[in-house]
């Protein structure tokens, strides 16, 4: 590990050299400090961010993901999230946004 982020007790994005990686839950209680820490961080120069470590999530996972995706528009560099849990997926798709998901 590079960097990390410490959002929260409970979860953060760290990076490594493969881009950024997330551990733990991120829910309403922590996703405002979630972001507010991530913005701290450069995005990752291989616009690589890895879910695997997503322990617990809610649709507030969903609205720091879509917000991380419209801060690497506005930068102009691109964003893929690999290891997206199902759960993240199923909201996706009832919010019509699941192509905002993907590289």
Do not use: Q
């Amino acid at each position: 590990m590079i960097a990390c982020a410490p959002a929260s007790r409970d979860g953060g994005f760290a990076v490594t050299a493969k881009g950024w990686t997330y551990a733990g839950k991120l829910t309403f209680t922590d996703a405002a400090a979630v972001f507010a820490a991530s913005r701290e961080l450069a995005l990752p120069d291989t616009g690589i961010v890895d879910l695997a470590g997503l322990e617990t999530a809610d649709s507030s996972a969903l609205a720091v993901l879509l917000a991380l995706k419209r801060r690497a528009a506005v930068e102009g560099s691109r964003l893929e999230f690999t290891s997206v849990p199902p759960g993240i997926h199923a909201l996706a798709h009832v919010y019509g946004v699941e192509e905002l998901l993907a590289g």
